[in-house]
């Protein structure tokens, strides 16, 4: 592989932002593909994949390259000699690669890969957190594969078309996908592409969504003309999934407490040609209280830690910290604790995270059962995604139902 000048700047200047700003990542790049109309493809996809790279890397990167945060831009540049020398990539001889100790990279990684944390690059709280929760061997080889590319899946609408028709179609876009047993609405593409700019995408055929993440809606066993609250629906992948299972009949009351995210959901309702949505902001207890004893299943899709989807978001790494957890324990507990009660008599709840601790799983569960708000509810299942078994995101979620009073 030869390294452009542009290109390699691009990724430079991308690093600075995320490493030194604390902008997210998905956002920065997003940003630099649209620097030069000239760029094609693979120019794009080097920038994306070399920068989501370093970002997972950054721990182990900046150890052999012997550089610390705040990032001066030389430091940069050697972070990006790592990872080209790692890669077995020649380095041009611009001023930035001069006196590049090849071979010492190549012995400190040897020497750092014997080491968990940093061969997978990640803070020591982090590491001494999932020990403590998962063991050493499941955590092993969960963070290792925590750092594999993830898969592009498609969710199927199935409001609009089929999933064979879907197939073809992209076909004729020169996007091949296949079928994933197990997951009725799913299609990998076995080759990434931009599925945005596909005629399927605009007109609203499918959703970008995780197959593990597609099995939570259908986990609420949701019927068309069922009154059903999705409390935490951000943007509303799971809100659009559960309107498809619902035949766009009965009505669903999408809420978060981000209206902007709300914003976003009305969009892509908008393409999905879904008509059952209504959306409200959480920004006191009243909608809440207003619907409870009132829904016949309740999505609380909680916000959480992100550990099972650190493949799609590496820079929360580096973001999160072991405060941040502890309020999310917290936050999570009390959405049980106030949001189940919108849950009528004989009705059904999915609690559901994107994260792989119990603490967040099922102890949540465990705890809200035994207190005064949950002692109406009884446990019917729960799953455990874990993604070096699965293929997929890491998940947990729970069925819960309300005894009739
Ligand atoms: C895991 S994300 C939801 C993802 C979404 N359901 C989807 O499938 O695309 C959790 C969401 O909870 C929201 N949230 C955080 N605190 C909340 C609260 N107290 N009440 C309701 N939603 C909250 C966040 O804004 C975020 O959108």
């Not at 003309?225 to 009351?253: F, P, R, W, Y």
């Amino acid at each position: 592989m030869r390294l452009h000048r542009n290109l390699c700047f691009a990724v430079i200047d991308g690093l600075h932002l995320i490493f030194n700003e604390g902008d997210y990542a998905d956002k920065v790049i997003q940003q630099l593909l649209k620097r030069d109309k000239r760029w094609g493809s693979r120019d794009r996809g080097f920038i994306a994949e070399t920068v989501y790279e370093i970002v997972r890397y950054k721990r182990l990167y900046s150890e052999i390259a012997d550089v610390k945060a705040p990032y001066q831009r030389d430091n940069l540049w050697r972070i990006f000699a790592v990872w080209a020398t790692l890669k077995g990539i020649k380095l041009p001889d611009w001023k930035y690669f001069t006196d590049t100790p090849s071979r010492k990279i190549k012995g400190r990684f040897d020497e750092l890969s014997k080491i968990r944390k940093f061969k997978e690059s990640i803070p020591d709280w982090m590491d001494d957190l999932g020990v403590k929760e998962l063991g050493e061997a499941i955590w092993t080889k969960e963070i290792a594969m925590q750092n594999e590319q993830a898969d592009v899946i498609l969710r199927v609408n199935t409001l609009k078309t089929t999933k064979k028709d879907l197939q073809q179609q992209l076909q004729s876009e020169e996007i091949e996908t296949e079928f994933l047993e197990g997951y009725p609405s799913a299609l990998k593409l076995t080759e990434r592409a931009n599925v945005f700019k596909t005629e399927a995408f605009k007109k609203g055929w499918f959703e970008v969504q995780d197959a593990s993440s597609q099995l939570v809606a259908a986990y609420l066993e949701v019927k068309p003309g069922m009154k059903v609250v999705d409390a935490c629906a951000g943007a509303g992948g799971k809100t659009l999934h559960l309107a498809s299972l619902m035949e766009n009949k009965g009505q669903i009351i999408a809420m978060d407490i981000y209206e902007s995210k709300l914003k976003k959901l009305k969009v892509r309702a908008k393409r999905n040609d879904v008509h059952n949505i209504e959306m409200k902001v959480i920004d006191s207890t009243k909608p809440i209280k207003k619907l409870y004893d009132k829904a016949d299943r309740l999505l609380i899709d909680a916000p959480c830690s992100g550990l099972g989807v650190l493949r799609r978001n590496p820079d929360a790494k580096w973001k999160l910290g072991p405060s941040f957890i502890e309020d999310i324990k917290k936050t999570q507990a009390e959405l049980l604790s106030q949001y189940s009660r919108m849950v009528k008599p004989g009705g059904k709840m999915v609690y559901a995270t994107c994260s792989i601790l119990p603490f967040e799983n099922e102890n949540q569960i465990d705890s809200f059962l035994t207190s005064a708000e949950g002692k109406n509810f009884k446990f019917v299942k729960d799953k455990k995604i874990l993604a070096h078994k699965s293929g997929f995101d890491g998940f947990y979620m729970a069925l819960l139902e309300r005894s009739e009073d």
